[in-house]
C-alpha cells in the first residue's frame, strides 16, 4: 500500500491492471456529511447530471459507478474504468458538510482505493488541513493520454456545493442541445445573473420527475400549503409513527395507510432534501422500522407489516420513547431545553386511546424542552357532531380519542409541542386540505421554539 500526501499524483497502472476498483471513503464529523463523485468531461464540466453519484443517485446509467455502504461522511464507490464512456475523463470525488460546520471542524478523513481486499492507495487528511471551507475535493481519478491517474488534491471550497458545481461549469450551453442528448446540468440565475447553483431539493425533483412523478405532484402541493405558512425555506426531518394494533387491520388491507405514507413522504421532500422519512411503529410493542424513501416507497407499507404484523393492545408511550431516543439520544426525564439546529416534525397516526396514558403524557410533557412537535391524526367514526379545527371539519373526537384531545391542551409543558385532529378516513380529505391542515399549529411552534433556543 502507498500512502499518498496531498497533491501527489500516480498512475494506476503502477499498481494494478485491473480495471474493476473500489473507492472508500471516510470523513468523521459530529456534522452530516455527503460524498459525492463527479464524472466531468475534459473541461471539468459537469454536462450529464446523470454522472454526479450520490445519495440520491446510487448509480450512473451503464452502473459503471456504483454507490454502496453509503452513511453519514462514508460510502464506497465500485467503478469499472473499462465501462466508462468517453465522454467522461475526471472522477472527482468530494465531501461537503452541511449546517454550521466547517471542513476545520471535521476530525480525519481518508480515501482508499482498492481491488478486492487489497489497498493500493490511502489518501488521508484532517481539520487541520482546512478553515472554514465547506466542502473539499478529496481525490481525482482521471484519464490522462488513456492513462487512468490518481490525484490527492486537498482542495477546499468556502461555498459547498454551490461552489463545487460553480467551478465544475454547472451552466447551461449558449447552443440549444440536440434532440435526445442527456440534459446538461442547469440552475436558474437570478436577476442579477448571480452564478448558477443547483441545490440537493432541485436534483430530488429532478429525480422525482423521472421515477416518481405521483410524489412529486404531492410535494408540489405541499410546497403550497409551506409557503402559505411561510415555511418555504423551513429544514426540518420528518418521522412518521404508525398504528399497526389489530383495529387498524381494514386501513392497512385497503391501501389507505399506503396512500397516507406517500403523501407525508411527499411533505418529508419538502421539508429536508435526503428524500426520506423516518418510520415507527407501534401496538403492543413499539418498533424503528428504518426509512421509507423515494426510491423505496412503491409496495413500503405491506412490507412493514409482513415485517411487523399487527398485534394487540396499543402503547404511545413506548413509541414515544424509541423516538426520542433516536433524534435525542435520550427518551427519558428532561426539565432543560435541549437545541440542535433542525426540528422533528413527528406524524403520529392512532384508531384508539393508549394502555399507558400517565406514560405518554410524561413523554409529550419532557419532549416539550426539545425540538420535536407532535402532530397526532386519529382514524374512526364519531357518534357526535362536526369539530372545526384548522379550516376544515373533521369528526369529532369520540371517548378513545379524549386523551389525544387532552394531550393537545396539556398545561405546564415548556412549549405547546402538540396538534390533534380526527378524521374518519385518512383520504377522506383532498392532498391540499391535508397539508394545510398539517400546518396548522406547526408554524406558531418554529417560532416559539426558536425564540427559546430549540432550533439553533
Not at 63 to 71: A, C, D, F, V
Not at 120 to 127: A, K
Not at 146 to 154: A, D, Q
Not at 411 to 425: M, T
Request: charged fraction near 20%; charge should be negative; proline fraction near 3%.
Amino acid at each position: 500500500m502507498k500512502t499518498l500526501i496531498r497533491g501527489e499524483k500516480v498512475n494506476v497502472s503502477d499498481f494494478t491492471s485491473a480495471t474493476q476498483l473500489e473507492i472508500e471513503v471516510n470523513v468523521s464529523s459530529s456534522f452530516e456529511i455527503d460524498i459525492t463523485c463527479f464524472g466531468l468531461d475534459q473541461k471539468k464540466q459537469l454536462t450529464d447530471d446523470r454522472y454526479m453519484i450520490f445519495y440520491n443517485q446510487l448509480n450512473s446509467p451503464s452502473n459503471e459507478i456504483q454507490l454502496r455502504n453509503l452513511g453519514n461522511g462514508s460510502g464506497n464507490f465500485f467503478i469499472d474504468l473499462a465501462k466508462i464512456p468517453n465522454s467522461i475523463q475526471y472522477l472527482v470525488f468530494t465531501a461537503t458538510i452541511d449546517g454550521n460546520g466547517t471542513m476545520g471542524m471535521i476530525q480525519n478523513g481518508s480515501l482508499k482505493l482498492k481491488t478486492g481486499t487489497q489497498t493500493l492507495l490511502d489518501y488521508s487528511f484532517n481539520g487541520n488541513d482546512f478553515k472554514n471551507e465547506k466542502a473539499v475535493i478529496i481525490t481525482e481519478v482521471y484519464n490522462y493520454k488513456s492513462l487512468w491517474k490518481v490525484s490527492s488534491v486537498g482542495s477546499g471550497f468556502d461555498g459547498g456545493l454551490s461552489a463545487l458545481l460553480s467551478s465544475f461549469g454547472g451552466t447551461a450551453s449558449e447552443e440549444p442541445a440536440p434532440a435526445n442528448t442527456p440534459t446538461p446540468v442547469t440552475a436558474a440565475a437570478s436577476e442579477a445573473q448571480a452564478a448558477p447553483v443547483l441545490d440537493k431539493k432541485v436534483l430530488l425533483e429532478k429525480k422525482m420527475e423521472q421515477t416518481a412523478p405521483k410524489l412529486l405532484d404531492l410535494s408540489k402541493k405541499a410546497k403550497i400549503s409551506l409557503e402559505k405558512a411561510g415555511l418555504q425555506n423551513h429544514t426540518a426531518k420528518v418521522a412518521l409513527c404508525l398504528d399497526i394494533s389489530g383495529s387498524m387491520s381494514k386501513m392497512y388491507r385497503t391501501g389507505k395507510i399506503q396512500e397516507f405514507v406517500e403523501r407525508i413522504l411527499a411533505l418529508g421532500t419538502r421539508f429536508d432534501d435526503d428524500g426520506s422519512i423516518d418510520v415507527f411503529l407501534f401496538g403492543k410493542n413499539a418498533y424503528d422500522a428504518g426509512e421509507i424513501t423515494i426510491d423505496n416507497f412503491g409496495g413500503s407499507v405491506d412490507r412493514l407489516i409482513k415485517q411487523h404484523p399487527l398485534e394487540g393492545n396499543t402503547y404511545y408511550g413506548k413509541a414515544m420513547k424509541i423516538i426520542r431516543k433516536h433524534y435525542f439520544g435520550h427518551g427519558g426525564k428532561r426539565d432543560k431545553p435541549y437545541s440542535q439546529q433542525h426540528p422533528i416534525y413527528v406524524m403520529f397516526v392512532t384508531d384508539g386511546a393508549p394502555f399507558d396514558k400517565a406514560d405518554a403524557t410524561n413523554h409529550i410533557q419532557h419532549s416539550s424542552y426539545e425540538p420535536m412537535f407532535w402532530q397526532f391524526m386519529a382514524i374512526g367514526k364519531s357518534n357526535k357532531g362536526a369539530k372545526k379545527k384548522g379550516g376544515f371539519f373533521n369528526s369529532l373526537i369520540q371517548s378513545d380519542f379524549t386523551f389525544l384531545e387532552q394531550l393537545d391542551n396539556l398545561s405546564g409543558r415548556y412549549l405547546d409541542n402538540a396538534n390533534f385532529f380526527s378524521v374518519e378516513d385518512p383520504l377522506e380529505l383532498s392532498d391540499t386540505e391535508l397539508y394545510d391542515l398539517l400546518m396548522t399549529e406547526y408554524p406558531g411552534w418554529v417560532k416559539s421554539a426558536s425564540q427559546k433556543g430549540l432550533i439553533q
